[in-house]
């Protein structure tokens, strides 16, 4: 098969497509032919070497195909179900051996550069505006990135829940697209971001804040956060945070900050399913738009990730094999 490996940590250039061996699908896994790979932020981490991984190793945590092959111990999935997968690993590639606890059966109609980068955006969105702050309706939270692939999802997320969002972005075109997403106010990151939120919230500050950009906003979005208010720091797009003196809290008005990751929220399998569901409910149900801003042929990912990286993208992005 084909598939894009890395072998140092780096720069996009590191993401080398060639052949590499057929995976083989251990217990619990199926072989899945790849119609389609979703890229997150994440990836770009993993390659310039922010979060930990072995190396050489193949990119990608999640995707879309058709299973050609069981391996041991798998009931609930056969041969030519179409499945989508999230936090799997070597998604970039023809083939991928998917742990069949971590997928579900695509329904007709989602075309394959949907159903690939829906889930881990989706399912990232559903915990944070269920269950690292229950948004409430009637609620103003800011959400940062707001045209970025969970950005999006997200907004539509907390406004049918009943909240009203303010977003930052980067440009024109952005805020269009979060504005069509449901944001009541798009703020620019250039504006003063606290001083513009507490001017919307009759000067109390926002109940949460979710901050998937990190460096660059972590400050504003501790200031624009309201006492006992949270900051959800679940990404760093701009760079990590620089180490915090905890005692800042204290000052701030007793807010709390949460540094989740998916991996927790869908520890079990049931956790997976519940929030998968709720996503492809929300597209088949027509109130949740997913944005596929471009996709890429699975040869070019270093241009993908170049793009993400530089904000040249919105919404999700695919490979195609
Ligand atoms: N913790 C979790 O469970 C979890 C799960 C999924 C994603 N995430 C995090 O959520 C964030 C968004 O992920 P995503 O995959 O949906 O990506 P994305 O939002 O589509 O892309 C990142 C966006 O961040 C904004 N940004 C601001 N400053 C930036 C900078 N200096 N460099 C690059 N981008 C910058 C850009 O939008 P503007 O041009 O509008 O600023 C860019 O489009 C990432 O931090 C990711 O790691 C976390």
Redo the contacts with the bound molecule.
Sequence with gaps: MHAITVEEHGGPDVLRYGEAPDPVPGPGQVLVRTAAIG????DT?FRRGMYPIALPYVPGSEGTGTVVALGPDVTDLAVGDVIAWSDSTASYADLVAVTAARAVKVPDGVPPEVAASVL??GM?AH??THDSYAVQPGDTILV????????LLLTQIATRIGARVIT????DA?AELSRGAGAAEVLR?TDDVPARVRELTDSVGVPAVYD??????FEASLKSTRPTGIVVL??????PVPPFDLQRLNGLGSLYVQ?????A?VATPEAFRRRADFVLTGLAEGWLNFHV?ATYPLADAARAHTD??????????ALIP
């Design positions: 890229v997150n932020f994440i981490y881990l955006q990232t915990y944070l940062h990135a707001g045209a970025g692939g969970t950005g930052t972005v980067s440009s952005k990151y998937g950009v990190g460096k660059d906003t679940f990404g760093a797009a701009s760079g540094r989740p990751s998916l991996g929220y801003g993400l990286q530089a904000r040249r993208t919105t919404g999700s992005v």
